[in-house]
């Protein structure tokens, strides 16, 4: 059996990453509504991913004999201005559920609960990928500053992006 505290903690972790999926997708509608497939099919897969990591922790919770409560998700912003400030908010939005991740880990050690511990390290790898990911296209987009043949070239690149699941 699983702590409360921690069972609380999962829960809003899980939130957060429906909330990175619906998010995630809001991005991907602007994409199609600019003509631009292969930015938005980045995001589908962006998506199924958040989805996976969402599912993740949803089948830990009920692993551990602890109770998965969902809540309201929040609404997302839908207005962009242009693909760099779209990666540089998605790469806002990693930072900031790496940090959430981190504050998972803080209370599983102070709570000792070594299983979780275990589990976590999967999400603190998979978060510094997250970051190095969308980090690199804030940079390719910053080079092509709004460069209209190298945003087709970038957009046949992204294109080619699949969902591979996870190994567990
Ligand atoms: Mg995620």
């Known amino acids: 059996m699983i702590k409360q505290t ?4 999962i829960n809003s972790q899980i939130n957060k990453e429906f909330f990175s999926e619906y998010y995630y997708l809001s991005m991907a ?3 199609e ?3 631009l497939p292969g930015f938005a ?3 589908k897969v962006q998506v199924e991913e958040e989805r ?3 599912m993740k922790f949803f089948d830990y919770l009920n692993e551990r004999g602890g109770k998965v409560n969902l809540t309201g998700i929040d609404t ?11 990666f540089e908010l998605a790469y806002k939005h990693e930072q900031y559920v790496t940090e959430s991740v981190n504050g998972l880990m803080d209370i599983a050690i102070k709570e000792n609960d070594h299983a979780l511990k275990s589990f976590l390290q999967w999400f603190i790898d998979e978060q510094v990928e997250e970051e190095a990911t969308m980090s690199k296209y804030v940079n390719q987009l ?3 500053n ?5 945003i087709m070239m970038l957009d046949r690149e992204l294109a080619q992006r699949s969902f591979v699941p996870p190994v567990k």
């Open 41 to 43: 099919n980045f995001f």
């Open 6 to 9: 921690l069972q609380d903690a």
């Open 142 to 144: 910053k080079r092509l």
């Open 146 to 150: 709004g460069n209209g043949h190298g």
């Open 33 to 35: 509504s600019e003509d």
């Open 76 to 86: 997302p912003k839908t207005d962009f201005e242009s693909p760099l400030q779209v």
């Open 29 to 31: 509608a602007y994409f």
């Open 52 to 54: 996976f990591h969402a």
